[in-house]
């Protein structure tokens, strides 16, 4: 049987394209996850292990989505082998059982591992850089502006905070936050 796993690594991101991508593939049970692949520990991925069985055809559509480290991924496949379960991976082709297809799935798992280290690098560079300039502040930017923040006070000075909410979609978490905020 063959059996699909896709993975993205935060609740926002869409699986929508690996799904397609496994149905055409014939997949017949797909498992998904929406967890971080730095973890081993991915819930529908354990599930997915555990049904897995000899003559099986475990199906990813990129090596990142089975494994982000060389030795996690080179661990797994060798549990699989001696399950008897095929791998296939799709921007990549079958793996097997094999000395040669060992060596290039090992060496495509160092790439991997390779790329996602380089982003890290990048990113922490990118980081360092922004954090020089005056204007800087980390996290998410504001969803609303000073001025929506200000003009939804006022609004509070003779409205519920319901009616407020109702009328400038600010939450009162928010509200109160800004209003705590003002205050200091």
Do not use: W
């Not at 929406?34 to 520990?41: A, P």
């Amino acid at each position: 049987m063959k059996y699909g796993y896709a993975r993205v690594s935060t609740v926002n991101q869409d699986l929508e394209s690996q799904l397609q991508r496994l149905n055409a593939e014939g997949c017949n049970n797909i498992y998904k996850d929406k967890f971080t692949g730095t973890k081993r520990d991915r819930p529908e991925f354990n599930k997915l292990l555990d049904v897995l069985d000899e003559g099986d055809t475990l199906v990813v559509t990129k090596l990142d989505r089975f494994a982000r480290s060389t030795v996690d991924g080179i661990q797994t496949i060798r549990e699989l082998f001696e399950k008897g379960v095929k791998v296939h991976v799709l921007n990549m082709g079958l793996v097997e059982d094999t000395p040669t297809g060992r060596l290039v799935f090992n060496v495509m798992s160092a790439f991997a591992e390779f790329e996602r280290d380089m982003i890290v690098e990048r990113t922490q560079e990118g980081k360092a850089i922004a954090k020089q300039r005056d204007d800087f502040r980390e996290g998410r930017p504001n969803k609303y502006s000073k001025k929506q923040i200000e003009h939804a006070l006022m609004l509070l000075q003779h409205n519920s905070y319901k009616q407020v909410e109702e009328k400038t979609g600010i939450s009162k978490s928010t509200l109160i936050r800004a209003k705590k905020k003002l205050n200091n």
